[in-house]
């Protein structure tokens, strides 16, 4: 896969999972915005893709904040001129007794694991359908399908995430997939 020339932003990529798909993009050619609310992990992130012949820069967003993840996609768009790669990976989870779960615990879960990834696809999507051409790749939790130990009510973007989002911009040739 040659990814020259394409311009991805890989949220939750200060670490783990995100970290290495930043990482995999640029090895392909991508331009990689290293978007996480670990202001330092993004930076050390984006030094490590630069110091192996990559391009990345890294961006502090908290996506449970739509305002904020515009703006980062408009930096991204102002430095690079588009975006066609969304890999929407933050997200958050505490291993807990579901008995022992909190209204505010539910809130801050859906706000990371569901509002997030859509807060996220909503500000890219102007600029891939404009473009024709975008990927929208959300990583979820096997958990939100077949239930976990201590994880009754967390990782549920699967299970929460509509098709609608990834059906109605297809025919301007963007596509996705959870």
Same mark, same amino acid.
């Given at each position: ?50 110091? =192996?012949?990559?391009? /990345?820069?890294?961006? &502090?967003?908290? *996506?449970?904040?739509?305002? !904020? @993840?515009?703006?980062?996609?408009? %930096? ?30 539910? =809130?801050?879960?859906? /706000?990371?694991?569901? &509002?997030?990834? *859509?807060?996220?696809?909503? !500000? @890219?999507?102007?600029?891939?359908? %404009? ?48």
């Amino acid at each position: 896969m040659t990814l020259g020339g394409r311009v991805a932003i890989v949220t939750g990529a200060a670490s783990g999972i995100g970290r290495a798909i930043a990482g995999a993009l640029a090895r392909a050619g991508a331009r990689v915005a290293v978007a996480d609310l670990n202001e330092a992990g993004g930076l050390e992130a984006a030094r490590q893709i630069e110091k =192996d012949g990559g391009a /990345a820069a890294a961006w &502090r967003v908290d *996506i449970t904040d739509a305002a !904020a @993840v515009a703006a980062m996609v408009e %930096r991204v768009v102002a430095r690079w001129g588009m975006v066609h790669i969304l890999v929407n990976n933050a997200g958050w989870d505490r291993p807990i007794p579901f008995v022992e779960t909190t209204p505010d615990f539910w =809130d801050r879960i859906l /706000a990371i694991n569901l &509002r997030g990834p *859509i807060a996220c696809t909503h !500000a @890219v999507l102007p600029h891939m359908i %404009r473009q024709a051409y975008g990927k929208i790749v959300s990583i979820a939790s096997d958990a939100g399908r077949v239930g976990s130990t201590g994880e009754a009510s967390t990782r549920r973007r699967r299970a929460g995430s509509s098709r609608s989002p990834r059906r109605s911009p297809a025919k301007w040739r963007v596509t996705g997939s959870t």
